[in-house]
């Protein structure tokens, strides 16, 4: 158990829809980092918050938006939902402000599959 | 942007043989190599990391070597056990890059 908590476990819901991903990261940490894993795509970073503050983007769409709150949890949003967003959203997190350098601690993930 | 490539995709082994994971970088400037390993169902885990300034390091069955001249790394599992099946990922970043970019992963079997 990596200390990091995602919410919900699955996802199921149609095209166009919206969702919010939590992620609680691990106690002290202060870095939160967003990635979906598609079957195809290994694992593509999407985002990274430290301290409430964006810190790096990767390659998030513009329908993608997360946040990072004063109690360090996160939510990512993902608004007009197409198929292919269906994939596996891996949530980590770090102690700092990490830029890549530091170890990552992944939580279990949540399964979104977009009908 | 940094581009990682990691061979092979997928890896069948005999419990007890060893198993090389390779991954090439581009971006010179990456000096933090770490792998991780996702078993079905969970998040991917640290196993091991290496930084530029090392050419080697151990932990037990398993290794990683850096070569930086030719931008390439490699996870190395000795006597491997049928608990070693998983997905590996390598990953390379630099301070400039800011974030850590992964290989596709390498499903790997170990056969009992």
């Known amino acids: 158990d990596s200390g990091v908590t995602q919410t919900p476990k699955h996802l199921i819901t149609a095209t166009g829809q919206r969702v919010t991903l939590r992620c609680s990261p691990r106690?002290?940490?202060?870095?939160v980092y967003w990635y979906q894993q598609s079957l195809d795509q290994g694992l593509q970073f999407l985002i990274q918050y430290y301290n409430g503050e964006e810190r790096a983007k990767g390659n998030i769409l513009e329908r993608f938006s997360a946040q990072q709150f004063p109690d360090l949890h996160s939510e990512l949003n993902l608004s007009s939902l197409e198929l292919g967003d269906s994939a596996l959203y891996f949530c980590?997190?770090?102690?700092?402000?990490?830029?890549?350098?530091?170890?990552?601690?992944f939580g279990p993930g949540t399964r979104l599959l977009v009908l | 942007g940094e581009n990682v490539e990691q061979h092979p995709s997928t890896l069948s082994v005999q419990e007890g043989d060893s198993a090389v994971i390779k991954c090439t970088y581009s971006?010179?400037?990456?000096?933090?190599f770490p792998w991780y390993k996702q078993e079905l169902g969970k998040g991917p885990q640290l196993i091991i990391d290496?930084?530029?300034?090392?050419g080697e390091k151990k932990d037990q069955r398993i290794a990683v070597t850096l070569n930086k001249t030719a931008k390439h790394f490699s996870l190395h599992i000795t006597e491997t056990q049928p608990e070693d099946s998983a997905v590996y990922f390598c990953a390379a970043s630099s301070a400039n890059a800011g974030k850590s970019t992964f290989g596709d992963g390498t499903t790997l079997t170990v056969k009992p």
């Open positions: 980590a997190s770090s102690p700092h402000a990490g830029a890549g350098q530091e170890t990552q601690y």
């Open positions: 971006d010179s400037a990456s000096n933090y």
């Open positions: 106690s002290g940490d202060l870095s």
């Open positions: 290496i930084r530029s300034n090392v």
